[in-house]
């Protein structure tokens, strides 16, 4: 760990309730999870303490496979393996699939990586040692130098194969998306969110997800990435938080994100009188976390709602 959290002990902060070592009773019933709470851990060993059947969905974006460094022991994505880091987040998500109530929803952000290349090493980022991983991955067998591992798509198909609902692949489209030094293919624009639910049937508001002209929703959505200075890699933009809580939950409703970063399923949540847990693994991402989610007030009118704007 590179810094310790300021939070030694469990206390109320402002209405988040803090946990720093998170007992085994919180999960003894839904009854002793009472109020939004920021939990600092593993998202696994987290997990397994929360109560079955609570949340009404789940808004997340794991690490990517070998991008950026998250200076935590135990952290995801630091895999030799994209398939070890494949069957990591499997488990992880067993444990979402469970706490996710019978009509649950997940939303599941997912971007892919290249393998390396042959290259060991990427140059430190002077500015910014936090975003890239400085070590490189072998290339893992099956795959060749430079090519596309297909992250989103095969942990889609595992968490299919693991008794997931896949309902839906949608596009995240990024029209200013960083600049890539690459002459041999397009520059990546895109990353995929996916829907996945616990059940046949689930609970989905058609009416929260209509468009300006009165359309069903479209799987394209342009939403421009926000950079947020406090932290030291991609946070959600809201707007796309917005587009996954609205249709699938209710004010009052529970919403975890089990890789909580810098608290943006937070902060929306609060915005739109939503409770969330979040969970992270960096002490010093939860007082990140904590500080967003303080400054946010939440929303005095009924939810804005609406969606981007859709060409298709
Ligand atoms: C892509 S970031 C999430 C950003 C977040 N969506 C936001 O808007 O700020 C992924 C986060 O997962 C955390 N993480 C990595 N391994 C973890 C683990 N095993 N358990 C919990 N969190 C972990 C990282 O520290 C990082 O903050």
């Known amino acids: 760990m590179t810094d310790t959290c300021p939070y030694e002990k469990d206390r109320n902060d402002g209405g988040i309730f803090i946990m720093t070592s998170v007992p085994d009773s919180v999960g003894a019933s839904s009854a002793s999870l009472t109020q939004s709470a920021v939990m600092q851990g593993d ?18 974006s794991p690490p990517y496979w070998g991008l950026r460094d998250y200076e935590a022991d135990g952290q995801i994505g630091a895999e030799d393996d994209p398939m070890e880091y494949i069957r990591r987040l499997v488990v992880v998500f067993e444990q979402v699939r469970r706490v996710l109530a019978h009509d649950g929803t997940l939303w599941l952000n997912i ?24 070590h490189r991955a072998p290339t893992p067998t099956g795959l060749k130098p430079k090519d596309l ?3 989103p798509w095969r942990l889609a198909l595992a968490l299919q194969e693991a008794g997931w609902y896949l309902r839906s692949d949608i596009i995240w489209e990024k029209p200013n998306c960083m600049p890539e030094s690459v002459r041999d293919r397009p520059t990546r624009a895109h990353e995929y969110v996916f829907l996945l639910t616990k059940s046949l049937n ?23 990435t926000e950079p947020f200075s406090g932290a030291h890699f991609a946070t959600f933009p809201p707007r796309l938080v917005e587009n996954c809580i609205f249709p699938s939950t209710q004010p009052g409703d529970w919403v975890l994100d089990p890789f909580f970063g810098a608290g943006t399923v ?6 739109n009188n939503r409770r969330y847990v979040g969970v992270e693994l960096n002490p010093a991402y939860v007082r990140i976390a904590l500080e967003r989610i303080e400054r946010t007030q939440p929303r005095l009118l009924p939810e ?7 060409s298709v």
Do not use: H, Q
Request: charge should be positive; glycine fraction near 10%; hydrophobic fraction near 30%.
């Open 43 to 60: 998202a696994e060993l987290v997990l397994r303490k929360l109560p079955s059947d609570f949340f009404r969905c789940c808004v997340t």
């Open 111 to 134: 971007g892919d990586s290249y393998t390396s290349g042959n290259r060991e090493y990427r140059a430190p980022d002077k500015k910014n040692p936090v975003r890239a991983m400085s």
């Open 202 to 224: 689930y609970s989905y508001n058609r009416d929260a997800a209509r468009g300006p002209n009165g359309r069903n929703r479209r799987t394209v959505w342009p939403i421009p």
């Open 266 to 271: 937070g902060v929306v949540c609060k915005e």
């Open 304 to 310: 804005a709602g609406g969606w981007p704007d859709e």
């Open 149 to 151: 591992v297909g992250i």
